[in-house]
Structure formats: structure tokens, C-alpha cells
């Protein structure tokens, strides 16, 4: 077991023998539903079987639980055990044990129910037993705790009262009352009254003694006395028994009747249930809570300054529950919170901690290009850790760490094989991981030169579809779709809207395989959830599934949709005789979204727009490029017509593709921006020069767009920059100048386009350096003929060789035809690079137009040769 990051992992490892195959892990004693009781210790445990080493992740609600001192984990012999000491009811809930390895993984989970005592309120019982001179006996209990227990009344330890006759029997919420009229001596005993609910229960007495007597008496001595009256009523006589913490007074009166109260007088108030820290992700709400030890007004603190309700501050009270609301928590909201009663206090530390806007995803590079890990966090300036395994890199001569605003880059700068692994950025307590794979140069080409010529055919279809899920309310649920092809770019929607990557909706891309993972599921998640993949084949493929999130059954909710402020008011549900009061305040609305912005594709050096429409005109906006905000200028235009907003974008590059958002108030609306690279072109070739010795002679090629990367080569060698030879660059325009020829400089010199294609132009850019300098692979394969129509003429008997050079590749085939009619074959001669007809002796019947045609899989050409033959015609 080893510790990073306070988060624990566990490892147990064992040599595997030979050559088998690995098994994936399986637990075989999953774990069990748990109930325990507040303060005791928790353990879980469950045996895993798999091939060795098997990793064992502990999670609680999605998220990794982290060691502490409460908790501890272990791992041996195939047994995962997790401990947690003094349980409290924040740790009931469900838990995760995931094993992985090489071969797969596995998970089982556990409930686990926390059993507290009943919260008592003000020592056990407040207890008021009221008699009067018509024998009507009264006890009232207030009771307490969570859920607020029931009832029940005893007379002697066993016997219990039921309503009817004589008894009358009631409660209220947490006041519970007992009446026995027409009281009579068969009345007197010890009376019980017990309050219980799912955590246990507790109880206490009062013992009531009906005499008759004429004789007045003094009430003298200890306050557990008889009390009598000269009357012709009837007398009482009682006795209490009260906790010894408690003080008793009882006040008589003697009239036409008399009451006895009770009351009680308790130590200070104080704290039973104190706050604890809170760490949070930025936009989270945080709850704090405490409890008294009776209900007394509190204050709230933050950092020694007085905390009072507003727009994101809520202060409530639930009986002896103090509870502090924080909506959407900033940055400036950390700090220490304390929670004063007068005579007590406690205090808790809450942090913020950035949440990732976007996270690093996988890089796949050529050995000796550098690598790029980009991420955004919502916090500028927060410090992150970049971390290869379990060792933290260090700007360098092999790295560069970047910190942009909010942006975060880790660059590997020439990379090699050894460099390929996982790399992870820590942001606070959370933990984002990509993978790096580099590629070798020369197994990059063979292998894409085979995937291209054997994959062209294959269309993007959907191997493995969404499914749909049902799960209850607060659980995790993942959608994995698979394809059959590499380069797939994903799309999330929900009911047709978009879906970005946040806290609560993951996106995943690793292989054939595109995930959606959402946490914490509640009923508003419950929608039909597509995604739509598309290639740069302009090929597209979706799927869908309905997502059901069943609610708990004891749980009832009330939905009053469109709210308007005539919606204000009171609501009261009811439970038998319980019921439960809450009221609906409404606020004006802010400004919202009524049209989203949409995903928009366009071409390199087009202008791309961004719509959105808002719910209000006067709304102030801003516009985002990956969570940085953007300011207006001759490269980004804002136009504003009534409440449509409109982010125009000139001349779209490469580098432009990404997320843009425009915020208003705190409402968000995100959309990326997808570039379409076109093709380069070669719009004018480099052109053969002949020049005489001495002098400086320029080669010059324009291309169609700027920022592409050249090489100059001489009879297949690059060419370096020196003194002899000059390369310059300037937009479009690419110069090669050689100074002061000689004779030796002499030579086939070429222009050369340098990684601008993609994955499945690879094969042609092997073409490019070994065979020419075009530009496409149409003119680079189909044939084309490099001179015009010829006109030929030769004497009677003279030999005649035609020749047509062409480029193409692979080699052509061609075919020579005179009159529409093919030639036989044995004179012609077809090289990579020209074909050739042959005639030993020309005859008059030689004259006339001859055609060619040059032909191989991806096109071909034609050339036509008009042949005269003059002088006598020779007869043999």
C-alpha cells in the first residue's frame, strides 16, 4: 500500500508462472448492507479472485475516498478491508470497491446505515402534570430527535393505555399529551411515557397517588409531599420523580381549583453536534450544519465578521438545527466559519477548490515532435502539479510547464518511445490523467500505408449502441459507445440539446470507445441522451438511449412549473395528523437562454458566427475562447440585435478550434468551433532555370495557404541553409536561392510540403519525398502527359521513334492506337517515366494520327502524335 496525495492505493502483486492467460478480477464475496450504530467502527470487507497485481480503489458517491486518520484500508490474500473509526451519520451512504488489472475490472457495493440514539431536547423529557378539582389529570411530554419519535403511554412497566372511555391520548409533532378523566383511586400508579424511532428509545415516570381526605394540610419539607385540601372533593396525592440533573418548582394555588406545574431549569446551552470543515469545488453549494442543545438564537461568523442572509447566504432554523447555505461558492468565500450561541461556540474551515473546465485528453504523437497536454481550471493563478506515474515533473530541458490565465500546458519536447505513459495534473485534492503514446517513425509509415489501403473502404458505422439505463436517484450511470474506426470526433446531446464536460457530466475518449459518464443522477437528469460521431471523411453516426431515475418511494415531491409571483404563498403537506409547512418566495428571474449557442463548422479562412438569443434585452454579456474571456478587436466582432448576440470570428485558423461560451450573470452557454483544414496546393511549381556559371539563380513556389512547413531538396538530399544556398519564406510565397553556380551545382532540385496531411495521407506524403514534388495525389498518380500534340515526319525507309514522357504513379500502362486501331505490343517500351513506338522502316502506310493512352488504377491520360512519311515507297 502506498500513500499520494492523501488518497490510498493498494497493490498486492505475485509472479505469475508461464505463460497464462491474465483473468480478470471478480469478487466472489461481494460486500454486504451494513447497519451500525453512531461512535462504533465500520468495517467492509470482500475477496477478490483475478490475476495478479490487482489495484483496489475504495469510492463513496463517485468519488475516491481519501486516508485519513478515521480511515484505513488494507489489502492481502485477496481481501480488501476498509475501516472507519467513530462512525457519524455523514457516513452512511453507498459504497464502491473497484479491482483492476491488465485484464479488466470489477466492483461491488454496500449500504451502509448509520443507527443514531434519539436526539434528546432539554435533558430526556420536559414534563407539566396539571390536576384540577375535577379530577381531570393531565401529562404533557415534549419530545425530540430525527425523524421526531412517536409516542406511547404505560401504566406500570407493561400495561399500555389506549385511547377510548376514561383516556384520551394525542400528539402533535413533538408534544404528546395523556388525560385521564374522572379520576379515581384505581387511578394511582407509576405512569410511563416512552418515545421511540429507527434509532432506539427512551422513556421516563411520574408516580400519581388519588386519596380522599377532609383534614387541611401544609405542604412542608421535601417538594415530593402530599398536597390536601379541607373539601367535600376529592383530594390528590403526588409524588415525582425527575431526572437529578433537573430542578423542580411547583406552584399551588388553592381557589375553586389548583394547578401544579413543573418546570425545569437547565445548564447553559451547548453544542451537540458541532461543524466540520468543508472542502468544495468552485459553483458548488455548501451546507453547514450544527445542533444545540436547545433552541437559542445563534450568529453567524465569517473570518470575526458577522454573517447576515443574502442573495447566496441562507440562514435557517430547524429546531435545535443551525444551518448555514452558501450558493455557487467563489474563491472569496473561503475562509473560518463559527456558529455562537452566547455560551458556546464551534468552529469549521471551508476551502474552494478549482474545478476543471476542460480536462487533458490523450496525445498520440511521431517519435521526435513534441507533445502537448492542455487543460483549463477555473481558478487563475492556482498552482497545479504535473505528474508522470507517481513523480512530479519539473520545468526543464525536457519540459516546459505553462501557466496562461487559466489555461495549464505540460509540453514534452522531443519525444521518444520512452517517453509514452500516463500523465496527470493535481488541481487541490482533485486528480485529471491522460495517456501519451508515441509512435516510431518508421513503423508510423508502414503501419498507416497498410490502415489507408485498407481501410478507405471501411464507412463509419456503430459497433456497440448507448443502452438504455435505469437507476435510482443519486447513483452513477455510464453510456459507452463503440465504432469501428480511429478519428471519430463525438458529440453529446440531452433531449437535443448539447451537453458539455463539467462536474456532473464526464466525457471520455479512450480507443473505438466514447463514454458519458454522469454523477449524483436526480430525477431532472431523466431525458433520451444521443451521441453523433463524425469523420473527416464527412461520414456520420449516431446513437440514443433513454436514461430512467427511479425516486425513492418515501420521497414526495411537489412541482409547480412556470413559476410566477402569484405562486407565492404557503404550502402544507400532510401526513395523517402530521404535516409539514415550507413557503415559495420568488424572485424576479435573471437573465437566461432562450436559444443556446450551436456547435459551428467552417473552412479554413472563413468567418464563423455565434448565435445566442436571451430572455432579456438590456442583459450585459461576455464572450469566452476555452474559459478566457475575449475582447473585441479586428479578429473577434460582438454585433447586439434586441437580444440576440452574435461572436463573429475573421478568417478561422487551425488554432481557432476550440470552446466558446458566452456568459451572462452567472448562466453559461457553450458551443466549439470546428475548422475544416483545406487541402495545400501547389498554385505555382518551382520552373527549371539555366543560367551560366557566376551567377545567383532563385527557385520560387507559391502555395495556397500560409504557415506550412517546406523542405528543399538536390538530387534527394535536403538542402541546409549556409552560405550557398538561401531558403526564404514569406507567406505563401517559398525561395530557394543558390549563389555563385558552378558546374557541380547543377541538378534536380525539389520543393517539398511538410506535415500538413493526416493520418490517411500518410502513404502520400512517403510519394511526396521519394518521387516528386506535387502537391495531391491526384496529380500525383493519375498520369499526366508532360508534352503536347506532336507533329512527326520522316522519310521513306528511315527508322521513327516516338517517345511521350509523362509522370505517374504507379507506373502506367500504355496503349498505342493508329485509326482507333491497337498496335501490337513488341515495339512499344513503357518506362516510369515515358513510352516509346517504334518503326524499323516507314512505309507510306505509316502515315496518319496516332493515339496514346496512358492508364493506371487512379486515372488516365491521353496523347495524340500526327506522323507524315515522304519520299518513294519502297516494295520489297
Known amino acids: 500500500m502506498y500513500f499520494k496525495n492523501n488518497v490510498a492505493t493498494l497493490v498486492f502483486s505475485q509472479v505469475d508462472s508461464g505463460d497464462k492467460p491474465k483473468k480478470p478480477p471478480v469478487f466472489d464475496q461481494p460486500l454486504r448492507p451494513v447497519t451500525i450504530a453512531e461512535g462504533d467502527i465500520l468495517q467492509l470487507s470482500c475477496?477478490?479472485?483475478?490475476?495478479?497485481?490487482?489495484?483496489?480503489?475504495?469510492?463513496?458517491?463517485?468519488?475516491?475516498?481519501?486516508?485519513?486518520?478515521?480511515?484505513?484500508?488494507?489489502?492481502?490474500?485477496?481481501?480488501?478491508?476498509?475501516?472507519?473509526?467513530?462512525?457519524?451519520?455523514?457516513?452512511?451512504?453507498?459504497?464502491?470497491?473497484?479491482?483492476?488489472?491488465?485484464?479488466?475490472?470489477?466492483?461491488?457495493?454496500?449500504?451502509?446505515?448509520?443507527?443514531?440514539?434519539?436526539?434528546?431536547?432539554?435533558?430526556?423529557?420536559?414534563?407539566?402534570?396539571?390536576?384540577?378539582?375535577?379530577?381531570?389529570?393531565?401529562?404533557?411530554?415534549?419530545?425530540?430527535?430525527?425523524?421526531?419519535?412517536?409516542?406511547?403511554?404505560?401504566?406500570?412497566?407493561?400495561?399500555?393505555?389506549?385511547?377510548?372511555?376514561?383516556?384520551?391520548?394525542?400528539?402533535?409533532?413533538?408534544?404528546?399529551?395523556?388525560?385521564?378523566?374522572?379520576?379515581?383511586?384505581?387511578?394511582?400508579?407509576?405512569?410511563?411515557?416512552?418515545?421511540?424511532n429507527e434509532h432506539g428509545e427512551i422513556e421516563t415516570s411520574v408516580e400519581l397517588q388519588v386519596e380522599e381526605?377532609?383534614?387541611?394540610?401544609?405542604?412542608?419539607?421535601?417538594?415530593?409531599?402530599?398536597?390536601?385540601?379541607?373539601?367535600?372533593?376529592?383530594?390528590?396525592?403526588?409524588?415525582?420523580?425527575?431526572?437529578?440533573?433537573?430542578?423542580?418548582?411547583?406552584?399551588?394555588?388553592?381557589?375553586?381549583?389548583?394547578?401544579?406545574?413543573?418546570?425545569?431549569?437547565?445548564?447553559d446551552p451547548y453544542f451537540t453536534v458541532k461543524l466540520q470543515d468543508y472542502s468544495a469545488v468552485e459553483k458548488d453549494d455548501v451546507v453547514l450544519e450544527c445542533e444545540l442543545s436547545k433552541d437559542v438564537p445563534v450568529k453567524w461568523y465569517k473570518d470575526g465578521q458577522e454573517l447576515t442572509a443574502s442573495k447566496r447566504i441562507s440562514i435557517k432554523t430547524e429546531g435545535t438545527r443551525r444551518i448555514l447555505k452558501i450558493k455557487k461558492i467563489e474563491d472569496g468565500d473561503k475562509g473560518n466559519y463559527e456558529c455562537d450561541c452566547g455560551t458556546d461556540k464551534t468552529k469549521a474551515n471551508v476551502n474552494v477548490e478549482?474545478?476543471?473546465?476542460?480536462?487533458?485528453?490523450?496525445?498520440?504523437?511521431?517519435?521526435?515532435?513534441?507533445?502537448?497536454f492542455v487543460c483549463s481550471i477555473s481558478k487563475d493563478g492556482f498552482e497545479v502539479q504535473w505528474l508522470r506515474g507517481n513523480k512530479v515533473l519539473e520545468a526543464g530541458d525536457k519540459y516546459d510547464i505553462i501557466s496562461d490565465g487559466k489555461k495549464r500546458l505540460l509540453v514534452i519536447k522531443d519525444s521518444i518511445l520512452g517517453d509514452e505513459g500516463k500523465y496527470s495534473i493535481m488541481v487541490g485534492g482533485i486528480k485529471a490523467t491522460a495517456h501519451l503514446k508515441v509512435i516510431g517513425k518508421l513503423l508510423f509509415i508502414l503501419v498507416n500505408c497498410m490502415q489507408y489501403f485498407f481501410s478507405i473502404s471501411e464507412k463509419l458505422r456503430i459497433i456497440t449502441p448507448l443502452k438504455d439505463q435505469v437507476v435510482k436517484e443519486g447513483e452513477e450511470l455510464v453510456f459507452n459507445c463503440e465504432v469501428n474506426t480511429e478519428g471519430a470526433k463525438a458529440k453529446w446531446y440531452k433531449n437535443e440539446q448539447p451537453i458539455f464536460d463539467s462536474a456532473k457530466s464526464i466525457m471520455v475518449h479512450k480507443d473505438l470507445v466514447y463514454t458519458l459518464r454522469i454523477r449524483d443522477a436526480h430525477f431532472a437528469d431523466q431525458a433520451t441522451y444521443t451521441v453523433s460521431l463524425s469523420n473527416a471523411r464527412g461520414e456520420h453516426v449516431k446513437s440514443s438511449a433513454a436514461l430512467t431515475v427511479l425516486v425513492d418511494k418515501y420521497k414526495h415531491s411537489l412541482i409547480i412549473k412556470d413559476c410566477g409571483f402569484i405562486d407565492e404563498g404557503e404550502y402544507t403537506v400532510t401526513a395523517g395528523q402530521d404535516k409539514s409547512v415550507a413557503e415559495l418566495l420568488i424572485t424576479e428571474a435573471p437573465a437566461d437562454f432562450i436559444e443556446h449557442l450551436r456547435d459551428q463548422t467552417v473552412t479554413e479562412f472563413d468567418d464563423a458566427v455565434f448565435t445566442c438569443q436571451l430572455s432579456k434585452e438590456k442583459a450585459s454579456v461576455k464572450w469566452y475562447k476555452n474559459g478566457r474571456e475575449i475582447r473585441e478587436d479586428k479578429k473577434y466582432l460582438f454585433e447586439k440585435d434586441g437580444n440576440l448576440h452574435?461572436?463573429?470570428?475573421?478568417?478561422?485558423?487551425?488554432?481557432?478550434?476550440?470552446?466558446?461560451?458566452?456568459?451572462?450573470?452567472?448562466?453559461?452557454?457553450?458551443a466549439r468551433l470546428f475548422v475544416e483544414e483545406i487541402p495545400v496546393e501547389i498554385i505555382r511549381p518551382p520552373q527549371d532555370i539555366y543560367e551560366a556559371p557566376g551567377s545567383d539563380v532563385i527557385f520560387m513556389a507559391e502555395l495556397n495557404k500560409d504557415g506550412v512547413e517546406v523542405k528543399w531538396l538536390r538530387n534527394n538530399m535536403i538542402i541546409v541553409q549556409g552560405d550557398k544556398h538561401q531558403m526564404m519564406s514569406e507567406g505563401k510565397v517559398h525561395r530557394l536561392q543558390?549563389?555563385?553556380?558552378?558546374?557541380?551545382?547543377?541538378g534536380e532540385y525539389r520543393f517539398i510540403l511538410e506535415s500538413v496531411l493526416n493520418m490517411q495521407e500518410v502513404y502520400l506524403i512517403v510519394l511526396k519525398t521519394l518521387n516528386t514534388h506535387l502537391p495531391h495525389w491526384s496529380s500525383l498518380a493519375a498520369p499526366r502527359i508532360k508534352t503536347a500534340d506532336q507533329n512527326l515526319v520522316?522519310?521513306?525507309?528511315?527508322?521513327?521513334?516516338?517517345?511521350?514522357?509523362?509522370?505517374?504513379?504507379?507506373?502506367?500502362?500504355?496503349?498505342?492506337?493508329?485509326?482507333?486501331?491497337?498496335?501490337?505490343?513488341?515495339?512499344?517500351?513503357?518506362?516510369a517515366d515515358s513510352t516509346t513506338f517504334k518503326i524499323l522502316e516507314a512505309k507510306k502506310s505509316d502515315k496518319g494520327r496516332y493515339k496514346i493512352i496512358l492508364q493506371n488504377k487512379h486515372g488516365k491520360a491521353e496523347a495524340h502524335i500526327n506522323v507524315n512519311v515522304i519520299g518513294k515507297l519502297f516494295i520489297y
Open 738 to 746: 543558390v549563389c555563385e553556380i558552378k558546374p557541380r551545382d547543377q
Open 47 to 196: 475477496h477478490v479472485q483475478g490475476s495478479q497485481p490487482i489495484r483496489i480503489q475504495w469510492l463513496k458517491a463517485g468519488r475516491e475516498i481519501k486516508a485519513s486518520d478515521k480511515c484505513n484500508f488494507s489489502f492481502a490474500n485477496g481481501t480488501a478491508l476498509l475501516e472507519l473509526t467513530t462512525v457519524s451519520k455523514t457516513d452512511a451512504g453507498e459504497y464502491v470497491c473497484k479491482a483492476i488489472n491488465v485484464a479488466g475490472s470489477d466492483s461491488c457495493k454496500s449500504k451502509v446505515t448509520v443507527k443514531g440514539i434519539v436526539k434528546e431536547k432539554n435533558h430526556v423529557f420536559f414534563l407539566i402534570l396539571y390536576f384540577s378539582i375535577e379530577s381531570v389529570a393531565t401529562f404533557l411530554a415534549k419530545v425530540g430527535g430525527d425523524p421526531i419519535p412517536n409516542v406511547k403511554w404505560t401504566k406500570g412497566k407493561w400495561r399500555q393505555l389506549n385511547q377510548g372511555g376514561r383516556i384520551f391520548i394525542q400528539q402533535r409533532g413533538d408534544e404528546a399529551k395523556l388525560e385521564i378523566r374522572d379520576a379515581t383511586k384505581t387511578d394511582s400508579g407509576t405512569y410511563r411515557c416512552v418515545a421511540f
Open 794 to 831: 520522316v522519310d521513306v525507309g528511315k527508322p521513327l521513334t516516338m517517345v511521350v514522357p509523362y509522370d505517374a504513379y504507379p507506373k502506367a500502362e500504355a496503349e498505342w492506337l493508329k485509326e482507333d486501331e491497337s498496335l501490337p505490343t513488341h515495339t512499344v517500351d513503357t518506362t
Open 646 to 670: 452574435r461572436l463573429i470570428i475573421k478568417d478561422c485558423r487551425l488554432e481557432d478550434e476550440c470552446e466558446y461560451s458566452c456568459g451572462v450573470d452567472d448562466r453559461k452557454s457553450r
Open 354 to 372: 478549482p474545478e476543471f473546465i476542460t480536462r487533458p485528453q490523450n496525445v498520440e504523437v511521431l517519435e521526435g515532435e513534441k507533445a502537448e
Open 213 to 267: 381526605r377532609r383534614k387541611e394540610e401544609v405542604i412542608e419539607g421535601d417538594l415530593r409531599a402530599k398536597l390536601k385540601r379541607n373539601s367535600d372533593k376529592t383530594f390528590v396525592l403526588i409524588t415525582f420523580y425527575v431526572s437529578k440533573c433537573l430542578q423542580l418548582y411547583i406552584d399551588c394555588e388553592f381557589a375553586n381549583c389548583f394547578t401544579i406545574n413543573m418546570s425545569f431549569v437547565e445548564a
